[in-house]
C-alpha cells in the first residue's frame, strides 16, 4: 500500500513485498510469492517476480528517507550468484 501511495501500481502477480525493515544504514525486505502465482516457483531457480521485488528493496529506503535527490532505478546486474533455489518466501 505504501509503494501505491507513490504510484507503484503492482499487478496481484508482482505484489511480493510484505515487509521493509530500516534503519539508519540498511534496509531489508520481506517477500513472498502471492497466491495467484504460489505453485509456480518450481519453474524458477528465483522466480522473475521475486526479483523485481527484491530490486525494489530500494525503495523502501528512498521513500523513508528525507532524500530529494531524484530517484534511480537499476536496471542491469553484473553478476548474481544462486546457491540454491528460492521457493517463495525470502528477506
Do not use: W
Amino acid at each position: 500500500s505504501r509503494l501505491q501511495a507513490f504510484g507503484f501500481n503492482y499487478q496481484a502477480a508482482f505484489q511480493t513485498s510484505l515487509r521493509f525493515y530500516l534503519n539508519d544504514e540498511e534496509v531489508l525486505q520481506e517477500l513472498d510469492l502471492p497466491p495467484i502465482i504460489k505453485n509456480s516457483h518450481h519453474d524458477f531457480t528465483l522466480h522473475p517476480c521475486l526479483m523485481d521485488g527484491a530490486l525494489r528493496t530500494f525503495l523502501g529506503l528512498y521513500l523513508e528517507s528525507d532524500l530529494e535527490a531524484p530517484l534511480h532505478v537499476p536496471f542491469t546486474l553484473e553478476k548474481l550468484q544462486i546457491r540454491k533455489p528460492v521457493q517463495g518466501k525470502c528477506y
